[in-house]
């Protein structure tokens, strides 16, 4: 995972007014529902991610707070000011999209100079502008080249520069790195992440990848079918999860359903079909006696001890076989099933002291605080 950098924004998120505010946003394109009355708010220096699979209205949502759409109903407000109908041109946000759109005959100085000419600026204010935003990107030594002489990494670079120039209040990204390989959008992540932190603007991107939003955000908003499932800091997002949905699609996870009841102190027993007994937490926005009869637990792959011989524990301890191993270097993924019937992915650290193979009898172990129990959808 790239480096974590997060700004102070993660503390002031009791600001009275957010840097961008939807209030009730709707958005059909005909019958099809893109976004439906969503409410969202971004603080002021925030960085703000929009996490979700395709198709599930989180580039709309961008493009409504850019200007590019117009809702069908509710407000776009841009630091307490309704822009809902207000031109994207007119509006204090800047768009840095995947294809970087860079004019090819521009060289880099020339492109991220043009939005200031349009705006009739003085030469001498624009060539101090664009110096500046060289400098924000360390673009300097590239002001005379085309963009096809430059590297992806490079060309996303002059793309920031060209949309920080004209000094934004709100800076949008849209898939920001997902043209570049593996390596170098790790390096972009971190340069992105101080970028922000440099500046102290808010920053709203759109991305499906849940590793890069984990990475870079104060807060994500995780989507599905145009609604909002969950709004909460990275470790609230990945550690507790309020649907099956949020859960499933944040890293990797298990999830094996049953009939819960809950037990005191706040934990969850969990029948499977098979009848497997699983202890988990109950999740902590529900009370006492609130949990659903219908639930599903989810335990994440690293959280799932494995051993060749019995533990000393009795709590969600299952007999199993190795079906499928994958060695990723620094961890070995297994696949287990249990004598029960259950399937089961494992994350272990490779360690030499643990030979494991397909066809290994194993027992499987986890902490009921490792798991937690959530409402069937």
Known sequence: MAQTVHSAATAATTVAQPDVELRQIFK????DVAVDHLDLAVQ???FFSILGPS???KTTTLRLIAGFETPTSGDVLIQGTNVSKVPAHRRPVNTVFQSYALFGHMTVKDNIAFGLKI????SAQVRDRVVEALRLVQMEPMANRYPAQLSGGQQQRVALARALVNRPAVMLLDEPLGA???KLRKQMQVELANLHRQLGISFIMVTHDQEEALSLS???AVMNNGQIEQ???PSEIYDQPRTPFVADFIGETNLLSGRGHQTPPAQVQVTTPSGLQVLARAPEQRSEGALPEQVVVSVRPEKINLSLTAPGTLTNCYQGEVRHLMYLGTHLHCVVQLSSGETLTVRQPNRADTPIAVGTPVYI???ADDCLALAAA
């Open 28 to 31: 059909a394109f005909g019958p």
């Open 44 to 46: 002021p220096g925030e």
């Open 55 to 57: 198709g599930c209205g």
């Open 119 to 122: 705006r009739r600026m003085g």
């Open 180 to 182: 570049l390989d593996q």
């Open 218 to 220: 104060d807060r994500i």
């Open 231 to 233: 709004v909460g800091t």
């Open 365 to 367: 172990h986890w902490a």
